[in-house]
């Protein structure tokens, strides 16, 4: 759903904000969005996992415990366009010896994928994470025939690593380490993600002094 007029208190939860995409903290609402998201063949295919099959209020319980336990190992943020529109997630797991933690994306509405949303997402959750943990590494798996993902995670600083296979599935895990990342940063390579630039307001010369 757009969002014509922010709801209150929304600008509090906002963690980053970039070109097209803002991260903001999950807000109850969301659940109905994941649960659909969840329930989707394709959209559960590419994140490797079965379609879940709990009923909403099950699920809702299991949300609203991931929401509490936020920051304990593991954090998820949603993603919106810059619009308001809820089309997404990120989050970091794995991270309980402090020192690396895995990546995971959704792009729940597949009207939204393939347009460089997603890209812009990870970047902006990067930065969020070297700012405010020590992590020295972070890492995905996505599926090796996921051409589209693979591209996108590797034009935010991925590099492939070792294939993983899990029962059918071919996995390629991808990794960034810290330093480098934050080098290429400040070099500009993921300037893509960044807000437009305030317009200058036009020049007026001053009057000279009589």
Known sequence: MTLETPPAGYDALVVARGR???????????AIDEYAWRRDPETARLNGQPPVSPSFARFL?????????????????????????HIGTVMYYNAESGDSAELG???????RR???????????????????HPFREVYLHTLADNLPARR?????????????QRGDDRYIRMEVRREWWLLWDMEG??????????????????????
């Open 189 to 210: 390579r993921f300037a893509f993600a960044d807000p437009p630039a305030p317009e200058n307001p036009p020049f007026t010369p001053l009057s000279p002094r009589e």
């Open 105 to 111: 994306i959704t792009i729940g509405d597949p009207r």
């Open 152 to 164: 996108a995670f590797t034009a935010a600083g991925f590099s492939p690593t070792v294939a993983v």
């Open 61 to 85: 319980d299991t949300f609203e415990q991931e929401w509490r336990l936020a920051g304990h190992g593991r954090d998820q943020l949603a993603i919106d366009t810059i619009a308001g529109e």
């Open 20 to 30: 097209n995409v803002v991260l903001r903290r999950r807000r109850r609402e969301d």
């Open 114 to 132: 393939g347009q460089g949303l997603g890209r812009e997402a990870v970047v902006l959750f990067l930065r969020h994470l070297f700012a405010s």
